[in-house]
């Protein structure tokens, strides 16, 4: 028996090698010529149509082959039942996303008569009609005359000019939040809505039976489709609404006025230290809404941004254009593929490492943006962003990630990042940890979670504030404890502030030995995180911790070799099984259990030899079910995930043996 298992190890350790030679090449082959890896990042299904409504509303039509290919992806993505889920792979329709998306394929020239539109437009009648949508579905609808502003909770934009000792400020809000509301409050405060035109009334009657006329908007605010009620309101928000709509009613005209002025003059220092790129693409979309709406006054402020979206679409292989979750995913995934090539221990690829040494340390924020108190702006210098430096946004575990890879790589390949911007990089990392021992993502948090009672998307859950993640802490731990040699002279603060982030981590642990993943799906994710923040700064193999988390992986392997967690997991925050292995949370489990010295060495190779049999000629593996999440509801594409993280874990496997 012995001997057959020797065997099959050896047959898979060649298979392995081979599986690793092949993704190299195919690595290699997928780097731009700047040195990043830039993939796919779409999945989100209400970020195109609000991209088509401003097209249409500023009278900016799109032009062949671009419509053609958004209408191939809107069809697409949509449902048997004739919906359009929440993503591209939701497992119901969403009235918030169907809505958006049967306006977008009207205004792109698409016939009501159309079998796909009709279908649509039948769910959307027999679920309620957009007066069920979740709030940001009618708030874009409402800029487009396709809904009524009486119906929408108000947002005042006279809520900017609080003092910010108030614990409800929107300063204190996650940064994403408050900048999709900023422009929010502009458009709300002036009621902007487009002119009325022959598709407006027609669209009127499609989605609303004919019954447009009859409604009594102000009773509709707390509408909501069940499909969309994930975080129903709650009773606190509905009593701060009532309350703000007694102020709407006769709102001060002065105060009104200098609160949409502090508003706009928000929105256009968040334009001009983004290079008009934006945060990201719902406040892209709607910061550009606000300038169209300015005239001419906004007018060179509206091509800046209307410029700058195209940088969210991205055409995809399958002949189909889809607008991203962000401008690019471009530094994240470039520090993950060049770990994974460390892995390998080869040197034949130094070329390629050295255009992604080039790129992250070109990358680096070098500068704090002005004005950045006045702005509830953190610090920016020595940080590394989600996608580029001109986006200008840094992230913790972007910023450790980009650490990590820089102390990997200047030895290596000059020139190299100086050391001071590398201190930069350890300051920062050190001021950004919370009270509670974690990491966020963009700031401190900045209030507490009652804030939450507030949300009122309905369809995203734990929006509004910047709250500690395991993957963040993981990350920063994991960067501090490689900067504790660099920079001898910050140990004291390090140590302490791994050994907090460490508490944290220890007490996110959950019963069943797992963590929690919130930016990726999300059990795997979130204890490979965790297993490799712990290991990296000192915890042993055999701490309980450890050996629990183990035990949860082992349990959860498939037949096949294989892990796979299903979507809905997010949602649900239990385990819920795929329905197939997936290779990259398959390559997560086995990371992790390897960092951890795991001891069962059957698992891990039924591991690689299940990802050795999944592989492409080409060397890539084949695209799976979105593996990407954010506010728990809604999932994400990180396309470069499946030609990563499988070849790192091979080559990892690969070493141990």
Known sequence: MQTHVVARSTEVLGDASLAIARALANLEKRQDAGGSWRGDYGGPMFLLPMFVALSYSSKRPIGEPQRARIITYL?????????????????????????????????????????????????????????????????????????????????????????????????????????????????????????????????????????????????????????????????????????????????????????LASCLEHIRYEDRVTHDIDIGPVNAVLNTVVHSFRGTEGADDFERGWKRLQDYLWDDELGATKMQGYNSSQLWDTTFAVQAILATRTRTYDGVLQRAHHFIRDNQITEDVPDADAHYRHASRGGWPFSTRAHGWPITDCTAEGFKCALALEARFTPEIP???????????????????????????????????????????????????????????????????????????IERAIDRGVAFLRQRQRADGSWEGAWAVCFTYGTWFAIHGLMAAGVTPRDPAIERACAFLAGKQRADGSWSE???????????????????????????????????GEILRRAASFLTRRQEADGSWARESLVGVFNRTCLIDYDNYRHIFPMWALAEWERSR
């Open 419 to 493: 050391t001071d911007l590398l201190r930069e990089s350890v300051s920062l990392m050190l001021s950004w940890q919370n009270r509670d021992g974690g990491w966020a993502t963009y700031e401190r948090t900045r209030a507490g979670a009652w804030m939450e009672a507030l949300n009122p998307s309905q369809v995203f859950g734990d929006i509004m504030i910047d709250y500690s993640h395991v993957e963040c802490t993981s990350a920063c731990v994991q960067a501090l404890s490689e900067a504790r040699a660099r920079f001898p002279e910050l140990s004291d603060r």
């Open 566 to 600: 299903h979507g809905d997991t997010c949602k649900r925050r239990q385990w819920t099984d795929g329905e197939r292995g997936h290779v990259v949370q398959t390559s997560w489990a086995m990371l992790a259990l390897m960092r951890a010295e795991y001891k069962d």
């Open 75 to 259: 069809y697409r993505a949509q449902r048997v039942d004739g919906s359009i889920g929440l993503h591209a792979e939701a497992t119901v329709g969403s009235m918030f996303t169907t809505s958006l998306v049967y306006v977008a394929l009207r205004m792109l020239g698409e016939s009501q008569d159309d079998d796909r539109v009709a279908r649509m437009r039948t769910w959307i009648a027999r679920n309620g009609s957009p007066l069920g949508a979740a709030s940001w579905g009618k708030f874009v609808l409402c800029t487009l005359g396709l809904y009524d502003w009486r119906g929408i909770h108000p947002t005042p934009p006279e809520s900017w000019l609080l003092p910010y000792s108030v614990p409800f400020h929107p300063g204190r809000l996650w940064c994403h939040c408050r900048q999709v509301y900023l422009p929010m409050a502009w458009l709300y405060g002036t009621r902007s809505t487009m002119r009325e035109d022959d598709l407006v009334r027609q669209l009127r009657d499609e989605l609303y039976s004919g019954q447009w006329h009859r409604v009594d908007w102000s009773r509709e605010k707390d509408t909501v489709a069940e499909v969309d009620n994930y975080r129903p309101l709650s009773r606190a928000f509905k009593s701060v609404s009532r309350a703000l709509s007694r102020y709407e009613n006769r709102p001060i005209k002065r105060l009104r006025e200098r609160a």
